[in-house]
């Protein structure tokens, strides 16, 4: 650098401090934004890949855009003259804001890793018919998925009544917590249940319980 300075002319070594740092500016920002492109291309083919819905790509997107630019922002600060215990100082606050507000918000955090879980495992998928059981044994929300997005499994209720139509929006986490079974076809429609017993099913009952007489004959006279 002194070198080329001592070989410019006067006049042009005094725009060498400001030429430099705006052609690293320059090439910063485009580093940023080719780097940018070629992240959303590659999202683009992984989601046409694996068959990602629109709702899952575009937090995707734009979290890689907004991590760019928050690292273009910090290089061309340092390159424009902002001392590094400064920049580092900036960081680390917004790193600690930023884990207080990730436990905060644990519960939807979670609902959106579960998410993509679900839209990349593919435990189900639109139009299977499941059931999310707390066990085995007892009976739990069933119906057809009908939507899928960050937070929500949204079924139709397949116990509903008939001409009423009802949804059960399930969070995504709910389904990694729980036993889920899913259907080949249509399940079964639910039992009916059971009426509640009558007093006069209670003597009819009662009364069949009673033992018939015998009445006495010839091979069973004592």
Known sequence: ??????????????????????SQIL????????????????????????????ELVVPINGLIRWIIIASALLLVLER???????LWTAFTGFATVG????????????????????????????GDYIEVLDTAEKPGAKGRVVDINLLYTT??????????????QIPNALVFQRVV????GVPPPPAPP??????ADAVANASSAVPTPVTPGPFNTP
């Not at 650098?1 to 705006?22: A, Y």
């Not at 485009?30 to 629109?54: D, I």
């Not at 079974?181 to 080949?184: A, K, L």
Request: aromatic share 12%; net charge positive.
């Open 194 to 199: 059971t009426p509640p017993a009558t007093a």
């Open 1 to 22: 650098m002194q070198v080329l300075k001592t070989r410019l002319p006067e006049w042009m070594q005094d725009w060498l401090e400001v030429i430099i740092p705006g």
């Open 99 to 126: 884990a207080v507000a990730f436990f905060a918000a644990w519960s939807v955090l979670s609902n959106l890793f579960c998410a993509l879980l679900i839209f990349t495992v593919r435990p189900f998928k639109i």
């Open 155 to 168: 079924l139709e209720d397949h116990g509903a009544t008939s001409g009423h139509v009802a949804w059960l």
């Open 27 to 54: 090439l910063i920002l485009f580093a940023a934004w080719l780097l940018q492109r070629t992240l959303r291309r590659l999202v683009r083919r992984a989601s046409a890949h694996y068959q990602l819905p629109n």
């Open 181 to 184: 079974r899913r259907f080949q």
């Open 80 to 86: 424009m003259g902002v001392s590094a215990t400064v």
